[in-house]
């Protein structure tokens, strides 16, 4: 009889673990997500769909990539939480972070388009497969020991009713020169309970201000970095 209840209460045991498990299964590991929204004139952003620019240019994108690095929130006495430390951001297919954050009243979120003099100087072969800084992501100069920054690659025209294209525009942007860091403001409230979702915008027709994209159609940074500056700096203030 003492064997058979030691039995019956081992199950109970095992069940209740079970069920515990699940219910722990089911919260989820987060508390906090990240991600850039892509918008035109206010509008979602898609890859070959054709735009106009603040010059009244058409435009298409057809590549849209870049590194996005060391995203921070700052709190208002100047306490820095990690969001994260690099991101090889693909507007094809956006990336959604999800983290656990400590608890935390934050007003400022801080981040950086390419990638720092350190992290630019590393060596793609020694990244997994699939890290944002490998050999996978295919945005390494090798005849510059350097990374590619962004891609941005797509069509243009003079013509803003033509159904045809002019010519096709290139930047890819790289060099150490060519690192930027902002901040934006944001107010977010972390807690362990709550999911929390931040959103980075970014208005992608701002890239081309006071920019002929038919003229100044490329850069692969050395070869015209007077343009891959201009198309830098008019890329980070079109984030908010």
């Known amino acids: 009889m003492l064997l058979k209840k030691n ?22 590991d987060y508390n906090l997500t990240f991600k850039v929204k ?15 620019s603040p010059q009244n240019q058409r435009f298409m ?20 939480q990690p969001v994260s430390e690099v991101m090889w951001y693909d507007l094809s297919n956006p990336e959604t972070v999800k983290l656990k954050v ?6 400022t979120l801080k981040f950086s388009i390419g990638l720092d003099s350190i992290m630019n100087a590393s060596d793609p072969a020694t990244f ?3 890290h944002p800084l490998s050999y996978s992501q295919n945005n390494y100069w090798s005849w510059a020991t350097k990374y590619i920054f962004a891609k941005l690659e797509g069509r243009c025209d003079n013509n803003p009713n033509s159904a045809e294209w002019e010519t096709a525009f290139l930047y890819h942007l ?11 403001a944001r107010t977010v409230s972390l807690t362990q309970d709550n999911l929390t979702n931040i ?14 994209i038919v003229a100044n159609k490329t850069t692969h940074s050395t070869n015209n970095l007077p343009l891959a500056i201009q198309v830098t700096d008019n890329f980070l203030a079109a984030f908010e």
């Open 7 to 28: 039995l019956l209460f081992l199950i109970a045991l095992v069940i209740i673990g079970f069920l515990s498990a699940c219910d722990d299964n089911n919260e989820p």
């Open 38 to 52: 892509p918008l035109v004139n206010g509008q979602p952003f898609q890859l070959n769909q054709a735009y106009l």
């Open 61 to 80: 994108y057809e590549k849209f990539t870049f590194y996005l690095s060391h995203v921070t929130l700052v709190a208002p006495d100047g306490t820095e």
């Open 102 to 107: 400590p608890d935390g009243n934050y007003t």
């Open 128 to 130: 997994a497969e699939g």
């Open 174 to 184: 790289g060099l150490d020169t060519l690192y930027r860091q902002t901040s934006v």
């Open 199 to 212: 959103e980075l915008t970014l208005n992608v027709e701002e890239i081309f201000n006071n920019l002929d």
